[in-house]
């Protein structure tokens, strides 16, 4: 990455016009060097030239002068932000040391004993912001300083001179370089909050405080909004509950059926969205770097409470839309508006907020990266394969009803006229949707697993190693080929029929493609089965979650609801339990679908754990994971190319092409 990039992501957003302004110095070298000049003639000495040759020396000496002078006034600059911010700081230190030495005083005085509590909490983020703050100047003092070699060493190339040596010389004696006031106060902080707060225990405090500084800032009134947020989401869905299994005057079989696959598609997305956010809860809790696994800017990290607090306004929304659409068929208001109004504008106001967040971002935000992450999926094996693109995949293979559900969505609005209002027309719509079932959601059901198969064969591409990429595809392809089978042979549903042996092959297929994915799972993506724990039996020994129990419960859950998500998968079995199907598409399918978005959720906290402690599957570029201010790493070769390579990534994408086409034609 370029370092004018790197500046402009890593640099505290307050302070920007403090920084050395990289970018305008650069255009100002363009500016005044922009033509090329004779070595051979020096820029000092000219009293043998001819007229216009000393012209032309004088003016790249008055170039030379004005960058310099440029030079000169952003080193002033950065110096005078660093002694203010010094001298601010340390009378914060001093403002706090006296309010902990004001309320020891009056520690043992009755009336003061009562806000003892108050009084140690503002006391613990004022110290908390402090160390924050010092750790802000330690890297404004870092960037700075690189930024002005980096500035210098361009004026040389451009001129010929050789001014970065004397240049660094001053920077060196700079006062922002030599002061030690920010180191001396790291130290007092940390000593200070060791002393008040973890018992004297000076290691304890500084692991503390790093994990605090990482953790965003979220306010008291943002706590509150939240929690009113939560509230109005909880009083909505038993109200939407209410009137789905208590109201006796509402019609289901009028009609509304035609309408649950749209509801259900953003009900399950949002079920996500907090699913997510309890991930990110839990790898912050528990110090796993997810930001730098998934390669996210730190400055562009979002918090498991802005997750939480998007997800509240768009549960919001999406319970008081279905309460009126609810309402409406209660109370036979299709006079008034019609039904289909709904839905629609529940969909549109999703999207028009997705597009919003996406347009209306920098192209170095997370909604930027997972778009980008988005683009290498829909192309693969073409585009990149880092692990955050892996990963995002694999939650696509879970997300197979979503995707089913959406195509719904989209065939729905997109067939009829809308002049006409009518349920009738609203049911014929829905009819040729489904329909269309037979040839769009096997398309939709095997993308996903296309998508990875790819993404493995592109791995194998980019490291030479057959182990795991080959494997994993292998994975895939089952997944792929059982999908396909299950999906485009509707004479399975005749659950009565005699056991042809392609159904039981197919049936045995879907046995043992569900225990590979489940073996993989544990042994591959969660590094259990090591067998290097004496105290716990199958678990690995380095893990970073304190209880064991829920290791073990994952590994138990994991398989029980990898063979619950098959039953989504099989048209026949689970329908001959109920009356009809509309039983099992309203109800047994969408808790199936939830159970699958909570296995995936609870595989992905294990997965990114154990990435986090070791490169399994060779993702990470890098040898070790850096702490917050690490500022080196050691990078991996990567190995020559080979054309056997390819040969073998292009028989096996033929393979699996040859044999979904052979299923799909049987």
Excluded at 118 to 126: D, E, V
Aim: charged share 20%; hydrophobic share 45%; net charge positive.
């Amino acid at each position: 990455m370029k370092f004018g990039k790197h500046l402009d992501q890593a640099l505290y957003e307050p302070w920007r016009k403090h920084y050395l302004d990289y970018k305008r110095l650069k255009d100002l070298l363009t500016e005044l060097f922009n033509k090329e000049r004779d070595e051979e003639v020096p820029l000092t000495s000219y009293g043998s030239f001819d007229e216009s040759e000393q012209k032309e020396v004088q003016s790249w000496e008055s170039a030379e002068a004005r960058f310099l002078e440029e030079l000169h006034a952003e080193r002033k600059k950065v110096e005078k932000h660093y002694r203010v911010m010094e001298e601010k700081l340390e009378k914060s230190f001093e403002a706090m040391a006296a309010q902990a030495e004001a309320g020891h005083a009056d520690h043992d005085q009755p009336a003061h004993q009562d806000k003892d509590a108050g009084h140690l909490r503002s006391m613990n983020i004022a110290c908390v912001n402090l160390y924050r703050t010092l750790n802000m100047l330690n890297n404004f003092v870092y960037l700075n300083r690189i930024g002005f070699d980096k500035i210098a060493k361009k004026f040389d190339k451009a001129c010929g001179g050789h001014y970065r040596k004397k240049f660094e010389e001053e920077i060196s004696k700079s006062n922002f370089v030599t002061s030690k006031g920010v180191t001396e106060l790291l130290q007092k902080t940390a000593d200070f909050y060791a002393t008040h707060f973890e018992h004297g225990d000076k290691d304890k405090a500084k692991v503390r405080l790093l994990a605090k500084m990482a953790q965003g800032s979220y306010r008291k009134s943002d706590m509150l909004w939240l929690g009113s947020k939560i509230g109005i989401v909880v009083t909505l869905a038993f109200w939407n509950l209410f009137n789905l299994c208590v109201s006796p005057n509402l019609h289901i079989k009028e009609g509304m059926e035609v309408y649950i696959p749209l509801y259900r598609a953003v009900g399950q997305f949002l079920a996500l969205m907090w699913m997510w956010g309890f991930n990110i809860w839990i790898w912050s809790t528990y110090r796993v770097n997810h930001v730098f696994i998934f390669e996210i800017s730190p400055r562009h990290k979002v918090s498991h409470l802005e997750i939480w607090d998007e997800a509240a306004s768009l549960s919001a929304y999406f319970l008081l839309n279905s309460l009126l659409f609810l309402h409406h068929q209660q109370y036979h208001l299709r006079t008034q508006l019609s039904e289909i109004f709904y839905p629609l504008a529940l969909i549109a106001f999703i999207v028009v907020k997705i597009i919003i967040q996406v347009i209306g971002t920098s192209s170095r935000s997370l909604q930027a990266d997972i778009v980008h992450s988005m683009g290498n999926i829909f192309i693969a094996p073409f585009g990149r394969a880092r692990f955050r693109d892996c990963y995002l995949a694999d939650y696509f293979c879970s997300m197979q009803k979503i995707f089913a559900d959406l195509q719904y969505c989209v065939c729905f609005y997109a067939v009829g006229t809308f002049s006409t209002y009518h349920l009738e027309a609203s049911e014929a719509n829905a009819n040729y949707c489904l329909n269309l079932g037979p040839i769009l959601v096997p398309l939709v059901h095997a993308i996903p697993y296309w998508w990875r198969f790819c993404q493995c064969l592109h791995r194998y591409n980019e490291t030479h190693e057959r182990w795991p990429n080959l494997a994993n595809a292998f994975k895939y392809t089952l997944c792929q080929v059982s999908v396909i089978i299950g999906s485009l042979h509707p004479f399975f549903s005749n659950y009565e029929s005699p056991w042809s042996p392609y159904r039981m092959f197919w049936l045995a297929l879907l046995v043992v493609t569900t225990l590979y994915t489940y073996v993989w799972d544990i042994i591959v993506d969660w590094g259990f089965l090591q067998f290097d724990s004496d105290r716990y039996p199958m678990l690995r020994s380095k893990r970073l979650y304190p209880k064991a129990y829920f290791y073990y419960f994952a590994m138990a859950s994991n398989l029980i609801l990898r063979f619950l998500w098959v039953v989504t998968l099989i048209p026949f079995p689970f329908q001959s339990f109920f009356s009809s199907g509309v039983e099992y598409q309203h109800i047994l399918l969408p808790v199936l679908t939830l159970a699958e978005l909570y296995r995936r959720s609870q595989w992905g906290i294990l997965r990114v754990e154990y990435e986090h402690l070791s490169t399994s599957q060779g993702f990470r570029k890098y040898k070790h994971l850096p702490l917050y201010f690490d500022r080196a790493v050691a990078r991996e070769k990567r190995p020559p190319r080979a054309v056997w390579v390819n040969v073998e990534a292009i028989f096996m994408a033929s393979v699996l092409i040859f044999f979904s086409v052979v299923v799909w034609v049987w």
